[in-house]
């Protein structure tokens, strides 16, 4: 059974930094191109960035510049590394495979609010 727990959200300040983490069990992160979504109050969800299993990455226009995505193969682990953040970015940030996505987990909650 496939699981993926996201981790790492809470309050941060505008301009302030935080790392999210997506631990995965059930499935190999690096042999498929995995995701972070968010999703704001009232709005859909959205893509964040991407990073494929070859290890490259993109990042939606939004996020370009400020966050990181990344994978640590050894711990079959995504990060997804986010500074200068703004009150915009607040959401819930889930983790899933790009393709043929698997049933949502109950994501991390990031606030960004002075």
């Known amino acids: 059974q496939v699981q993926l727990v996201e981790s790492g959200g809470g309050l941060v300040q505008p301009g302030g930094s935080l790392r999210l983490s997506c631990a995965a069990s059930?499935?190999?992160?690096?042999?498929?191109?995995m995701g972070w979504y968010r999703q704001a109050p009232g709005k859909q969800r959205e893509i964040v960035a991407r990073i494929w299993t070859v290890g490259t990455a993109n990042y939606a226009d939004f996020v370009k510049d400020r966050f990181t995505i990344s994978r640590d193969n050894a711990k079959n682990t995504m990060f997804l590394q986010m500074n200068s953040l703004k009150p915009e970015d607040t959401a819930v940030y889930y983790c899933?495979?790009?393709?043929?996505?698997?049933?949502w987990g109950q994501g991390t909650q990031v606030t960004v609010s002075s």
């Open positions: 059930g499935i190999i992160l690096s042999h498929f191109g």
């Open positions: 899933n495979r790009v393709n043929d996505p698997y049933s």
